[in-house]
């Protein structure tokens, strides 16, 4: 994590100052948020299933399975970000309800994601979540963007295939943990091999993950399972893909050179998205459209980052920097990023 420097401008070591005035997490806001999102899942996949009212269910649960789906993957987020001891139990209830039946077990999200946050890490090449897509070439970004819509399909054929395998494979083991079991937009990114409590609890989720996708598989060639409602519920995961690269996109400049950032830089190539429209709150749920506030104090809980944005808007000087790391929406700050890498195209084609 960000650490506080004495030599930090005036208004990051205000806004940090303000920062710690904020709410601990509050149990009942972490569970009604994973409840809230659950339900909209598995009601949607009911829908699918059992199709009520024809035409028009299908097309409201496969809504409810992207917005149920995508809030709680992005949910896993604040999750990882909780200290031990807080919200007891909330961990294993995400993934029991998201984690294991989305094939997204929560390790794949914390082992990398604390690098993300590390002041020596963010931006280089080390970063797991980062691409300087805005020093890139336009079509090399578009081909990355593509390619992660790839993702579910890659996780049915980690678990379903390469896990089981790896079991007889020290080499394919390896393969599989240190390249497919973290969420990373880097393709440099080999995550670290697990250790302690951790690594045990991937053990469990792991196992727990390949045996729901043969059980899926087994209910599906035995006829218990229809194939055409999984199929669809397959196809909305990968439109939550392609939703969460418009949240992804909108979370930074993406500009860094690969040189070690300060935290003011760090914040600066970060982005708080101002637009109270509904899509913005369905494309950046809980507090992710408050991102670069976030890299400023990772340890304020979701639900007070907007008040905290608020307080820190009114209080800063208007000369501070913290004013300047705001997009007007959140396909503002994804279309600037593309902007750059097009300029970039159209040098390299010139």
């Known amino acids: 994590m960000h650490s506080p420097s004495p030599l930090s401008p005036q ?54 399975v992207v917005v149920g789906a995508f809030r709680g993957l992005v949910f896993l987020h604040d999750v990882t970000h909780l200290g031990p001891g807080e919200v007891p139990g909330l961990r294993t209830a995400w993934n029991v309800l998201l984690g294991v039946p989305l094939l997204v077990p929560s390790f794949v999200y914390e082992r990398c994601h604390p690098d993300h946050h590390r002041g020596d890490v963010y931006g280089t090449r080390a970063d797991p979540e980062y691409q300087p897509y805005a020093r890139q070439p336009l079509l090399r970004v578009l081909l990355a963007l593509l390619m992660s819509l790839l993702v579910p399909s890659v996780l049915v054929l980690r678990f379903f295939v390469l896990n089981p395998l790896s079991v007889f494979s020290p080499a394919l083991r390896r393969f599989v943990d240190g390249r497919l079991s973290s969420l990373a937009i880097n393709p440099e990114y080999v995550a670290a091999p697990m250790t302690g409590a951790l690594a045990k609890r991937a053990l469990v989720l792991e196992v727990a993950g390949s045996g729901w996708v043969w059980l899926l598989a087994v209910a599906c060639v035995t006829g218990l399972l229809p194939a055409p409602p999984l199929a669809l519920v397959f196809a909305a995961l990968h439109v939550v893909a392609a939703v969460n690269n418009v949240r992804a996109l909108a979370s930074h400049r993406y500009a860094s050179t690969g040189e070690r950032l300060d935290d ?8 708080n998205v101002e637009g109270p429209s509904l899509w913005a709150r369905l494309a950046m749920p809980t507090g992710a459209e408050h991102h670069a506030l976030h890299h400023l104090a990772p340890r304020v809980p979701f639900h007070e980052l907007r008040s905290l944005h608020e307080r ?39």
């Open 11 to 64: 208004w990051l070591q205000d806004a940090r100052q303000l920062a710690a005035q904020a709410a601990p997490p509050q149990a009942a806001r972490y569970w009604r948020e994973l409840l809230t999102s659950s339900a909209a899942l598995w009601s949607g996949v009911a829908l699918l299933f059992t199709q009520p009212g024809g035409t028009l269910g299908l097309v409201f649960g496969f809504a409810a």
């Open 264 to 271: 003011a830089g760090v914040f600066a190539d970060s982005v």
């Open 312 to 350: 820190l808007r009114a209080s800063l000087p208007a000369q501070a920097t913290y004013h300047h790391a705001s997009a007007a929406t959140a396909g503002e700050a994804g279309l600037q990023v593309l902007a750059r890498a097009w300029a970039v195209q159209a040098e390299v084609a010139s």
